[in-house]
């Protein structure tokens, strides 16, 4: 995928000015956020199985190499391939690869990120193969136009109802609709016929089970099923990270994941797939290629990010930050907004590709503390921030001013000096008023706020008269009693 | 009990009168109160963007001239969680001041926290007549856990009514300088703070860090809303 994080800024400018999706994401606020805490009453404790979810994810991610020759050799021993593949074009080329090996002319797929990171519906098309998504949301995202995804969990979140009428009468030339179910059957209608043409059905994984070489897939619409089951060949396009030592494991990071994601006890399907169809079952695909991809992820291992490693994708960070709840994830600019895109963008993209996203934080830590496997998020943006400095990638006049501020911090008598000019500036600019409504140098403060008039003396500069007074005070009365 | 009051650069710049309120409070409790004159700031602004040297070189600085009280106040969540959470952080790596700097962690409280947990404060001067809405600032709740102290300390105030908004956990804009860096989107997460307050139906909305508070009653006044009052809790317990 197009990479546009670096027009960040100005993108969410036009996402504050678009006063449909505003509405869009103000209707959808908050719900995401009341159904994940009343789905994790119903854990015992809630605290343990994170703690639970954390060491998992860590034991595979400290022995990442390891886990993924588990992996490999128990689902090559049930009939996958696997092949590895170290970036997206990689992806790509081996997918089509596959496709043109079994004479594939229609892919149908089901949810992947890493899809979209490796631009792999762009590259089919191109290579003259059809892919339909056929998870709703990004249905309805691809047939208006191929847009993109603005959630990794739910994609189309930024699109209101009646838009996606509008958009199913338009494409599909029914008579317009606005019951829920209705629109739903009506893409179900559209859908099934392209699930029984596929010659490949597509899909990323939620967890890769080493021990027995299974693809776990988390999904609600039943379109999974569809997509491994009807197509004789399966494609599973996943991050080397998304390996977990046992399915014992997977019990455990499946009591986190859909309560953390939808806010849901547990998902409407479950799938663990292993291995192509044996001759005695009935379902799976005649072929299964497992496509392992590091596209930057190798590179975390051991760094300053590590952490990053043991995301399981849940989307909880981007639904509990006040700013992607704010412009939605469209302005986040590549395939991951929130939080955890503010740290995967720049790390595998690179830092000058997205400057802004680690600055596009307040650090409220409201993310850290829903994140299932406790990834210290706001402390990763930090460290990013620091990277930025180190590398000069801040503007001169930003590093300058930041210089100028620290070294003053480090000298008391200018900076009080300072401080006391500062103070006396402010109040000037209020002029008497209680506020200052247009405010120089820190001039995107006053964009959307007035800033209140400071009272025009520093504490310190009183606290010394005062502490001066007092003392004047002493000692008059103490020569009054020598009198 | 020797309090070092570190009074952190948004009070000294723009609200003093938070500084003596605190120190108001302390004494009342029985504290001698210090102010170390050479104070500036704690080196959050570094730190958080990115600049560790100038971070350390501040964080020594601080712990340098509060490391010999009994304790240090800080009327800020923020500020407090600095000292407490990120020196020891920032200076790891440097033997002697790795440890000095978890001597002060352990020795800096938060203004609301200190009274409530560690002078199990019972009584306060201030008096007023009003319906409030609290507002938690994130370093303070999610850092330092301060969330029934300040509501424990505003319930010893007869005439206080607490009226919770809805969303009162939730971030308000400001993340220092994030609130100027992206102004638009900090006004806007603002907007919805507010709209939260009026809800409410309070006359008054407290907090405890003036960053806050300055981004909400900024945007109050936006917005048009003047009649709702922005304090500062050290302001309301003082009676200041």
């Known amino acids: 995928m197009e990479i546009k994080s670096m027009y960040f800024k100005a993108n969410a400018s036009l996402k504050l000015a678009d006063p449909v999706l505003q509405g869009n994401l103000k209707a959808v606020r908050g719900k995401f956020v009341e159904k994940r805490i009343e789905a994790l009453k119903e854990l015992d404790d809630v605290e343990a199985t994170r703690d639970a979810a ?108 009646n838009q996606v009428a509008d958009l199913f009468h338009k494409i599909h030339g029914t ?10 059957r009506e893409a179900r209608d559209v859908l099934r016929s392209h699930f029984l043409t596929a010659q490949m059905g597509r899909t990323g994984a939620n967890f890769l089970v080493a021990e027995t070489g299974s693809v776990a897939l988390v999904t609600n619409e039943g379109n999974g099923r569809m997509v491994t089951t009807l197509p004789p060949v399966h494609v599973v396009v996943s991050g080397i990270e998304k390996v977990i030592p046992t399915l014992e494991d997977l019990a455990t990071l499946m009591r986190l994941l859909p309560r ?103 650090l409220c830590n409201q993310c850290g503390v829903v994140c299932p496997v406790r990834i210290p998020l706001p402390d990763l943006l930090r460290k990013l921030r620091e990277k930025q ?40 600019l209020a002029g008497g008023e209680d506020r200052i409504r247009v405010l120089p140098v820190f001039s995107e403060w006053s964009l959307g706020r007035d800033l209140p008039a400071p009272e025009g003396r520093t504490f310190r500069e009183i606290h010394a008269r005062r502490k001066k007074q007092a003392l004047k005070d002493v000692a008059t009365a103490l020569r009054k009693e020598g009198r | ?120 404060t019972d009584r306060v001067p201030g008096r007023l007549e009003a319906t409030v809405t609290y507002h938690d600032a994130c370093a303070g709740l999610r850092s330092l856990g301060i969330k029934t102290q300040p509501r424990e300390l505003l319930a010893l105030i007869p005439g206080v009514r607490l009226k919770e908004m809805s969303g009162c956990e939730e971030c308000c804009g400001f993340g220092g300088v994030f609130s100027v860096k992206f ?44 009649s709702i009052t922005v304090r500062h809790i050290a302001e309301i317990l003082a009676g200041e």
């Open chain 1, 54 to 161: 954390t060491a998992i994810r860590r034991r595979v991610t400290d022995n990442l190499d390891v886990w993924l020759e588990h992996f490999e050799q128990n689902a090559v021993a049930a009939g996958a391939t696997v092949l590895w593949a170290k970036d997206g074009a990689e992806v790509c080329r081996l997918v089509i690869e596959i496709a043109r090996r079994h004479g594939v002319s229609k892919v149908v797929k089901s949810k992947s990120m890493l899809s979209e990171e490796a631009g792999l519906n762009k590259a089919l098309e191109a290579a003259g193969i059809q892919p339909v998504e056929t998870d709703l949301g990004e249905y309805i995202l691809q047939i208006d136009g191929n847009e993109a995804p603005s959630h990794i969990i739910a994609p189309a979140v930024h699109k209101s109802l």
């Open chain 1, 175 to 184: 008579p317009r609709k606005t019951d829920i179910s209705a629109l739903t």
């Open chain 1, 260 to 362: 953390s994601a939808t806010g849901q006890s547990i998902s409407n399907y479950l799938s663990v797939l292993t291995g192509v169809r044996m001759p005695d079952e009935q379902d799976g695909p005649d072929h299964l290629y497992v496509v392992l991809v590091d596209s930057g992820r190798a590179d975390l291992v051991g760094s300053d990010f590590h952490e990053m490693l043991n995301c399981i994708r849940c989307g909880a960070c981007m639904n509990h930050c006040p700013v992607y709840q704010t412009i939605g994830g469209h302005a986040y600019g590549w395939v991951y907004p929130g939080p955890m895109g503010s740290v995967l963008t720049p790390l595998y993209r690179g830092l000058d590709q997205a400057l802004d996203l680690p600055q596009a934080s307040t």
């Open chain 1, 389 to 428: 400095t180190e590398q000069g990638l801040r503007s001169v006049s930003e590093r300058f001013g930041l210089r100028l501020w620290s070294w003053l911090a480090q000298k008391p008598q200018l900076y009080s000096l300072a401080a006391r000019f500062a103070a006396r500036y402010l109040a000037w």
């Open chain 2, 1 to 120: 009990m020797r309090v070092g009051l570190f009074v952190t650069c948004l009070v000294d710049l723009m609200r003093p009168s938070i500084g003596f309120a605190t120190i108001k409070l302390l004494e009342t409790a029985g504290c001698e109160v210090v102010v170390p004159a050479v104070q500036t700031c704690c080196g959050q602004p570094a730190w958080n963007a990115g600049d560790a040297a100038g971070a350390a070189a501040l964080a020594k600085k601080t712990i340098a001239e509060f490391e010999a009280f009994d304790y240090v106040v800080v009327p800020s969540g923020s500020c407090a969680d600095q000292i407490r959470t990120e020196y020891p952080c920032i200076l790891s790596g440097q033997p002697g001041w790795a440890t000095r700097a978890k001597v002060l962690a352990g020795r800096t409280f938060e203004l609301t926290d200190f009274l409530a947990t560690v002078l199990k």
């Open chain 2, 183 to 226: 102004g638009e989107i900090a006004a806007s997460i603002a907007e919805r703070k507010c709209e939260n307050i009026l809800a409410s139906g309070a006359q008054t909305v407290v907090g405890g860090d003036l960053g806050c508070l300055l981004n909400i009653e900024g945007k109050l006044r936006r917005m048009g809303h003047d």
